[in-house]
């Protein structure tokens, strides 16, 4: 019997689309160590330590789904750097606020990911935030060149039911349906434990206090090390460079400092992270230098125990056929994120409903993997990025068990297939006519591979 292939999220065409714009730390390398040119399409470059880097990131993305030659590594790259090249030469336009927001979310991913800044810059030898942000504004630039080429190229691709019928016999005649992994649909009840009125008061006293003393001369380096919660402030002392209006932080955060003069510290004001003062060091075009402290209530443990209890009581309810779930997330939950929609928990890598079993975090899969649909999980204890300590509980909304794609059943994910192996084939007809006026420098050690396209420009293909 054939082993069946289970279908990642990604074909090949969402797959490199998706590794270029998230930038793996591969793509700094060449600022450590520039090493021998493999191709030169256009203008822009292959280097040889980009085909391993970029093969590994595959296999990890794919969870070693996908395997993929050295040479088929660097069709793949050669086809990104043509797609760049003719980016140019239609004149494709990508924005200085699109650029400034990938480099910004970049950072922040680099630095949750390396604990500081300072260490994301040391890691890759870079000079200083200026340099890295530099180098990043020129890959983004790129990774946005790619991408809207890309969609210039499909944007007037469709698939009709009937050519999604012939794509799916194609694959059910070849044994090649694939196999869809376990999703299921959740939703979620979150009793949040909140602070005392005097807790918060007492927060917000201490700030003020803080203030003052920074507005008479204190150093407010040495005040944010000493009283602030803020993880990283060991590293930084309360300094989160710069920010921009574009920048991936929460927006009353972004308000304050934005209403700020240079070296003026705010009043003391709330985010879902805790209380805050804020020091504006300096403007800087469209950026802002800004330091903080941060404080975050403290949660007695009688509180903690209250809250759990409300929690349980509500299941109670529920299951004694007292409220439904729905109503109940209505009347009782803090979460505003999904308090209007009846508790339903979005997965924030595709923005549905639905989640892949398999895929989820360890913890979060033991709690749900044996419920059947309508059954609750127990009342468990979280804790967001913010600091706040909740109990929760959650219901198997919808459940779909592995299965063998099925025309009826997974039409829309049937027809999202066809329509990129559509789009990957418009693609590739594109690029076979682009090779042949664009210029392609091979080094020799390259020459060995047999391509899909004509990228050698031997005469007679």
């Not at 680099?110 to 530099?134: E, M, P």
């Not at 070296?263 to 800004?290: C, M, W």
């Not at 004694?320 to 779930?325: A, L, N």
Request: charged fraction near 35%; charge should be negative.
């Amino acid at each position: 019997m054939q082993q069946k292939t289970t279908i990642s999220k990604y074909t090949k065409l969402t797959l490199f689309a998706a590794l270029f714009g998230l930038m793996s730390f591969s793509t700094f390398a060449q600022k450590i160590k520039i090493d021998g040119v493999a191709v030169v399409v256009g203008k822009n470059i292959v280097l040889d330590s980009d085909i391993d880097k970029f093969k590994q990131e595959i296999e990890i993305r794919s969870e070693n789904k996908i395997k993929i030659s050295d040479c088929e590594m660097l069709e793949e790259l050669m086809e990104q750097k043509l797609l760049a090249h003719h980016a140019v030469i239609d004149s494709v336009l990508v924005s200085d606020p699109e650029i400034a927001a990938r480099v910004d979310r970049s950072v922040q991913y680099f630095t949750q990911q390396y604990g500081s800044v300072d260490k994301v810059i040391k890691a890759y030898g870079f000079n200083d935030l200026d340099d890295l942000k530099k180098e990043l504004h020129s890959v983004q630039t790129e990774n946005l060149l790619i991408e809207k080429e890309q969609q210039k190229i499909t944007e007037k691709i469709d698939v009709t039911p009937e050519e999604v019928r012939i794509f799916y016999n194609g694959l059910k005649e070849k044994g090649e349906l694939p196999e869809f992994s376990a999703e299921i649909e959740l939703a979620q009840i979150v009793i949040t434990a909140k602070p005392t009125d005097a807790e918060t008061e007492r927060i917000l006293n201490k700030l003020a206090e803080l203030k003052k003393e920074i507005e008479d001369g204190a150093n407010f380096k040495m005040k944010a090390i000493i009283n602030s919660d803020d993880p990283s402030v060991a590293q930084n002392g309360g300094n989160l460079g710069e920010i921009t209006k574009e920048t991936n932080f929460i927006k009353e955060f972004k308000e304050m400092a934005f209403s700020l003069d240079p070296n003026q510290i705010s009043k003391p004001f709330k985010t879902d992270f805790g209380y805050h003062i804020i020091k504006l060091h300096e403007i800087k075009g469209n950026a802002r230098v800004v330091s903080h402290i941060l404080m975050q209530p403290e949660i007695p443990d009688a509180k903690l125990t209250e809250t759990r209890e409300i929690a349980e009581k509500l299941i109670a309810d529920i299951n004694d056929g007292k409220i439904t779930f729905e109503e109940a997330v209505k009347k009782y939950s803090d979460d505003d994120e999904t308090k209007n929609n009846g508790g339903l928990i979005l997965n924030p890598y595709t923005g549905e409903s639905t989640f892949d079993l398999t895929g989820m975090d360890p913890a979060l899969y033991a709690r749900v993997a044996e419920l059947k649909k309508g059954e609750l999980t127990e009342v468990f204890f979280d804790q967001n990025r913010s600091g706040e300590k909740m109990y929760k509980f959650m219901i198997m909304r919808d459940r779909t068990d592995t299965h063998t794609a099925d025309i009826v059943n997974d039409y829309v994910k049937i027809q999202e297939l066809a329509l990129t192996k559509k789009k990957e084939e418009t693609v590739t007809k594109w690029a076979k006519e682009k090779i042949k006026d664009t210029y392609i420098k091979m080094a020799d050690d390259h020459r060995k591979c047999t391509f899909e396209k004509n990228w050698k420009k031997e005469t007679g293909k």
